[in-house]
Antibody, heavy 121, light 115 residues
Framework: EVQLEESGGGLVKPGGSLRLSCAAS????????MNWVRQAPGKGLEWVSS????????YYADSVKGRFTISRDNANNSLYLQMNSLSADDTAVYYC???????????????WGQGTMVTVS | QAVLTQPVSLSASPGTSASLTCTLR?????????IYWYQQKPGSPPQYLLK?????????DSGVPSRFSGSKDASANAGILLISGLQAEDEADYYC?????????FGGGTKLTVL
């Protein structure tokens, strides 16, 4: 079964740091671009960051640029999001999501994890 | 002004059709973009529905019923998600998305109520 599972969320104080992980299974992780998307409580979806299959291309939303770092370990089928200088505005459920078409950078996100909650307070 | 604007809510009756719009900001032409659509039910992650660029360039994700389709209204500069034969299970939040200026942009979402 194709699956993504996030972990690492929790309660952190303003100014603190947190590292999220996303474990992939059931597909060849190394050939898909990946993304982080967040959703604040009761709010809509907000794209956070994207990384290409070989980490050659990385993009961030302006709201997290300079504070968040996306990375991946293809050998261990894992995606990461290092979050620094956290504020209350970063409180959200964080989802990892796979780009639908392998080796393609721009496409829909066809597989999503269940999300991990990050609370900054 | 937001890049993508969606109506906050929409209501429709079972068996009818619902047209959900995603309006692009002035100066950004819908004709040049692929619009992606997602459905999200309470307590669940979003589900990818389809992408639409033109009648000859569009794709519904695996397992998505043919009741869901995409289109564009160039005069309104908007992408459209059409859901025909509405069912109670279609009640959800719907989000549009596109790739713009080196980043993904989501619309604010439309809450579809089927009653």
């Amino acid at each position: 079964e194709v699956q993504l599972e996030e972990s690492g969320g929790g309660l952190v104080k303003p100014g603190g740091s947190l590292r999220l992980s996303c474990a992939a299974s059931g597909f060849t992780f190394s050939i898909y671009s990946m993304n982080w998307v967040r959703q604040a409580p009761g709010k809509g979806l907000e794209w956070v960051s994207s990384i290409s299959s070989s980490s050659n291309y990385i993009y961030y939303a302006d709201s997290v640029k300079g504070r968040f770092t996306i990375s991946r370990d293809n050998a261990n089928n894992s995606l990461y999001l290092q979050m620094n200088s956290l504020s209350a505005d970063d409180t959200a459920v964080y989802y990892c999501a796979r780009v639908a078409t392998r080796t393609v950078w721009v496409d829909g996100f066809d597989i999503w994890g269940q999300g991990t909650m990050v609370t900054v307070s | 002004q937001a890049v993508l604007t969606q109506p906050v809510s929409l209501s429709a009756s079972p068996g009818t059709s619902a047209s959900l719009t995603c309006t692009l900001r002035s100066g950004i032409s819908v004709g040049t973009y692929i619009i992606y659509w997602y459905q999200q039910k309470p307590g669940s992650p979003p589900q990818y529905l389809l992408k639409y660029k033109s009648d000859s360039d569009n794709h519904r994700d695996s397992g998505v019923p043919s009741r869901f389709s995409g289109s564009k209204d160039a005069s309104a500069n908007a992408g459209i998600l059409l859901i025909s034969g509405l069912q109670a299970e279609d009640e959800a939040d719907y989000y549009c998305m596109l790739w713009h200026s080196s980043g993904w942009v989501f619309g604010g979402g439309t809450k579809l109520t089927v009653l």
